[in-house]
């Protein structure tokens, strides 16, 4: 039995696109059906990108974690921050401009 406290951290790295980063949210939050972490790191987006990250709220489902840096790291570095911080057994990375449909998470894992 797995010691991690979640099924999947989903990684997902932002950097402004604000319209996408909101369909991409939503998707997550209504379509994941396993217990997860979503992993959100912002790469120095404008602060509207922002302030709607941090009014994010997870579900019974998905828990929220905020990263924001002060510089754009770029994908692979911002990931990597993320990786530092997992607590799951599976690990999904995700571009900001997806949108998920129903059992997405569970059939991949």
Do not use: Q
């Amino acid at each position: 039995m797995s010691s991690a406290r979640y099924r999947c951290d989903i990684i997902v790295v932002t950097w402004n696109k604000l319209d996408y980063i909101k369909e991409c949210v939503e998707s997550i939050l209504k379509h994941t059906d396993v217990k997860s972490r979503l992993i959100k790191v912002d790469n120095a987006s404008e602060e509207e990108t922002k302030a709607y990250l941090r009014a994010l709220k997870g579900t019974d489902t998905v828990d929220i974690k905020l990263i924001f840096n002060n510089t754009n790291l770029g994908p692979g570095k911002a990931r990597n921050k993320a990786l530092e911080i997992i607590d799951a057994e599976y690990v999904c990375f995700a571009d900001s401009d997806i949108v998920v449909t129903p059992g997405w998470l569970s059939t991949m894992i």
